[in-house]
């Protein structure tokens, strides 16, 4: 699959700036708007406040490191 991949804060504000700017697609290099629709489910599940959500960039290193 072509692209390198796409950061997102999970916020729903920096969700909505990412799909009115097409970030997506720009980061993974379609030649379409991807459907999105789960990351935007998957924010909205997360916990609100900052102290309440486990910290994914820890999460992201240790899974990269295996």
């Known amino acids: 699959m072509p692209g390198r991949g796409a950061w997102l804060t999970p916020t729903v504000d920096a969700y909505d700036l990412a799909v009115k700017r097409r970030a997506f697609r720009r980061a993974l290099r379609l030649d379409r708007d991807p459907d999105t629709s789960a990351v935007l489910d998957h924010i909205v599940g997360l916990p609100q406040e ?3 959500r486990p910290d994914m960039t820890e999460q992201a ?3 990269m490191d295996n």
């Open 61 to 63: 290193e240790r899974l």
């Open 50 to 52: 900052p102290a309440e």
